[in-house]
T-cell receptor, first 110, second 114 residues
Framework: GDSVTQMEGPVTLSEEAFLTINCTYT??????LFWYVQYPGEGLQLLLKATKADDKGSNKGFEATYRKETTSFHLEKGSVQVSDSAVYFC?????????FGSGTRLLVRP | DAGVTQSPTHLIKTRGQHVTLRCSPI?????VSWYQQVLGQGPQFIFQYYEKEERGRGNFPDRFSARQFPNYSSELNVNALLLGDSALYLCASSLGAAYTDTQYFGPGTRLTVL
């Protein structure tokens, strides 16, 4: 069945470092792809999305490009801040539901 | 505009009890979905409701049920609670039931089963 695989964490970075969180998805159909962020004790917030191949989603300095040829949707940010510390979930849609990866915890140290 | 709201925020139950969780979607949204997030894992789909009808169901036992009301709010019911039902239960709303409709999540209800 459909699935999403993302890199395990935690990812620990110093402030202003470059961030990459890898995500790959099963290629069945033509899914939309998403990154959600979960801050401690909170629900999920939509960070960005892309609906077709080569689309680039962006928000708050985060970017991800829908790569059909590699079935990937890696999350990047050029300069992370302490406030970016959270758990990041990659997801794809599958009919009426979202399928999530297991999440990657990001810790940013001052 | 208010986002998705859920109640209660936290809940503690014992094994064998029943629980009802509530969700109010974003104004204008007609679809509600429920997800279970066990600690350390990604959310798992439980149900989707659209216009008061069940449109999809995940791989959960019949102890889990839900319904949607005319005002598009929704309830998730879990009977005969097990320790393994302890999780964060997330509600998401979207404009419609199309796969292209973005889902917006509420803060969740944290259920602890003792």
């Amino acid at each position: 069945g459909d699935s999403v695989t993302q890199m395990e964490g935690p990812v620990t970075l110093s402030e202003e470092a470059f961030l990459t969180i890898n995500c790959t998805y099963t290629a069945t159909g033509y899914p939309s792809l998403f990154w959600y962020v979960q801050y401690p004790g909170e629900g999920l917030q939509l960070l960005l999305k892309a609906t077709k191949a080569d689309d680039k989603g962006s928000n708050k300095g985060f970017e991800a490009t829908y790569r059909k040829e590699t079935t990937s949707f890696h999350l990047e940010k050029g300069s992370v801040q302490v406030s970016d510390s959270a758990v990041y979930f990659c997801a794809r849609d599958s009919s009426y539901k979202l399928i999530f990866g297991s999440g990657t915890r990001l810790l940013v140290r001052p | 505009d208010a986002g998705v709201t859920q109640s209660p925020t936290h809940l503690i139950k014992t094994r064998g009890q029943h629980v009802t969780l509530r969700c109010s979607p974003i104004s204008g949204h007609k679809s509600v979905s429920w997800y279970q997030q066990v600690l350390g894992q990604g959310p798992q789909f439980i149900f989707q409701y659209y216009e008061k009808e069940e449109r999809g169901r995940g791989n959960f036992p019949d102890r889990f049920s839900a319904r949607q009301f005319p005002n598009y709010s929704s309830e998730l019911n879990v009977n005969a609670l097990l320790l393994g039902d302890s999780a964060l239960y997330l509600c998401a709303s979207s404009l419609g039931a199309a796969y292209t409709d973005t889902q917006y999540f509420g803060p969740g209800t944290r259920l602890t089963v003792l």
